[in-house]
């Protein structure tokens, strides 16, 4: 922690919402070692955010800023920059990697004269030279052919792809702190894996301290000299990496370690942050799979779907992009099929064909005895009322300017079926655990793992039958993730739903999975029971896929 090379001091740093009487901060101190890591953890909400803002001192207008932050040999006080000081330090001396890359990256210009601007604005060279180093650092970041990605905008890149273009705006002006604000959190795994490793080999290459924040403490376990364990706003835990995540001294900390799924919890309910602060940890056994009937209720044969990639001079389409090429597998009754792999692999893409959202090449789908894949219009009516699908992102899912209410019981008023709205309202609420009070509140009142439950009470206001999930945990804290597995499993087994489970977050997919398909390009690479994929798999794909999973290994 402290030492003789601090490069950054924060003393009793306050952070406060005087509208609202909400102290978001209270009262934190900490340091950071020139050349170190500190890794920031908590639930959303407990300020790590705001913490990472205030330092660059992109705080909230709305909010009272106390305390001392220091920054560098010279000391400098950052609390009480004008802003015209704090252009000559933002961007130069500190860095900043945000979450979400397309939110911050601009949209209509190319990614290239991105990086070049903040290279011009903070270095006196030539325009010539600007360029120059931003090719350098295209290639820096691993980025193939510099000279085509410099002219590329971001919706042409992928999301690791923009992750490291972000990387590279951070660090092209070497700063003496890079911030990383949950950088990895929408990645799979291996994209994860190579941004993470990125990130630390050219800290070491410049000597740069970084402050990493995230609510993955396996995540910090990889990456971080020191860990700061937050919690409303108070610091819980703080101390070196390791002895605070294998020796935790805290409750708090070692709820959070015990939320994740591993290996030793499948079949189990997963324990919550509550229940350790309550003293009432009790994994009560779950039934699994003795629900579960040998009578499919979905079966996909030979699937492809294609897209036109390129045309002649006549319009003709000449290549295609096979998206899904020649997938096959089956969903029993009452059981969870978990479909896993990369981003591009396809797997979201069998998701939405299924309701009829993209239209395949070839193939048949037949749910409950009925091939589908040829339905018209209203046709997918009756279809659709049995089968449901719960987006990743149930802030972008749901209208923000209608109630809990009309939002859960919009499906039934589409198929004519809402006799009393209050009261299905009601029963939908009870489902997934919200009280009747949140019917007249709006989705911006909500916390994420809220949302969710909003999310998945409306995919089941039709009482389906399959409900497909498509990364419907994979944005949300371990705790809240946590309960939203346990309660979608407490659902499967109430009303014998079946789901495909779609994620690239494998430990995830085995606690949920019966069976688990692997998928590479648009094919199948490997597919088995849970236990057969997760522990003895088999393909070499696979097998980096798993040790890409920092919550296999480190803890």
């Known amino acids: 922690m402290s030492g003789g090379n601090t490069i950054l001091s924060v003393s009793n740093l306050l952070i406060s919402f005087p509208a609202q009487n909400f102290e978001a901060v209270k009262n934190i101190s900490f340091s950071l070692e020139k050349g170190k890591t500190l890794a920031i953890v908590g639930e959303s909400g407990s300020g790590k955010s705001l913490i990472a803002l205030s330092i660059m001192g992109l705080q909230p207008n709305n909010s009272v800023l106390k305390g001392d932050v220091r920054f560098g040999e010279q000391n400098l006080s950052l609390t009480n920059l004008t802003p015209e000081e704090w252009q000559s330090i933002r961007g130069k001396e500190l860095g900043m990697i945000f979450q979400e890359p397309m939110s911050a990256l601009n949209p209509i210009q190319k990614v290239g004269k991105q990086i070049q601007e903040n290279i011009e604005q903070h270095q006196k060279i030539s325009l010539k030279q600007a360029k120059i180093q931003t090719l350098d650092w295209i290639s820096k970041v691993k980025l193939p052919d510099p000279e085509q990605i410099y002219e590329r905008f971001p919706h042409q890149l992928s999301g690791g792809q923009k992750q490291r273009i972000m990387i590279a705006m951070a660090m092209c002006n070497h700063p003496a702190i890079l911030i990383a604000d949950e950088p990895t959190t929408a990645l799979d795994a291996t994209v994860q894996k190579d941004v993470v490793e990125l990130m630390k080999e050219l800290q070491r290459e410049m000597e740069t301290a970084m402050i990493f924040i995230t609510h993955d403490l396996a995540l910090a376990a990889e990456i971080a000299d020191d860990l ?208 009747k009070s949140a019917a007249n509140r709006y989705p911006h009142q909500f916390s994420g793992g809220q949302r969710q439950r909003i999310g998945i009470a409306q995919a089941l206001a039709l009482h389906p039958e399959l409900l497909i999930c498509d990364e419907s945990v994979s944005a949300l804290d371990v705790s809240v993730q946590a309960q939203i597995l346990n309660l979608l499993k407490e659902l499967q087994y109430e009303l014998n739903l079946s789901y495909l489970f779609i994620s690239h977050d494998l430990s995830v997919v085995h606690y949920m999975s019966d069976n688990i398909i692997v998928m590479k390009k648009g094919k199948i690479a490997e597919s088995g029971t849970a236990n057969e994929i997760l522990l003895n798999p088999k393909e070499g794909y696979t097998q980096n896929l798993i040790a890409a999973m920092p919550e296999l290994h480190s803890l």
């Not at 018209?376 to 209410?405: H, Y």
């Open 228 to 435: 700061l364990v937050m919690n409303q706003g108070c610091i819980v835990e703080y101390g070196n990496s390791e002895s605070v995540l294998h020796s935790p001294e805290q409750v708090y900390t070692k709820a959070l370690l015990s939320c994740r799924p591993n290996i030793n919890n499948k079949g189990k309910k997963l324990p919550v942050v509550a229940d350790f602060l309550s003293g009432n940890v009790n994994q009560e056994i779950l039934l699994n799979h003795e629900y579960a009937e040998d009578k499919p209720i979905l079966e996909i044969k030979d699937l492809h779907i294609w897209y036109p990639e390129g045309k002649n001079l006549f319009g003709k389409t000449t290549s295609w992009f096979k998206a899904v090429n020649g997938v096959s597998f089956t969903i029993n009754k009452g059981e969870t099929l978990g479909l896993v792999g990369e981003s591009g692999c396809g797997k979201s893409t069998v998701g939405k064909t299924l309701l009829g959202l993209t239209p395949i090449q070839s193939g048949q789908i037949i749910f409950n005895q009925q091939q589908i894949e040829s339905l018209k219009g209203t046709e997918w009516n009756p279809v659709r009322r049995k089968m449901q699908l719960i987006f990743q992102d149930p802030f972008a899912s749901l209208n923000p300017r209608r109630t809990v209410e009309d939002i859960i019981t919009e499906p039934l008023q589409i198929h004519h079926l809402a006799n009393n709205k209050k009261a299905e309202a009601e029963r939908l609420l009870d489902w997934v655990q919200l009280p």
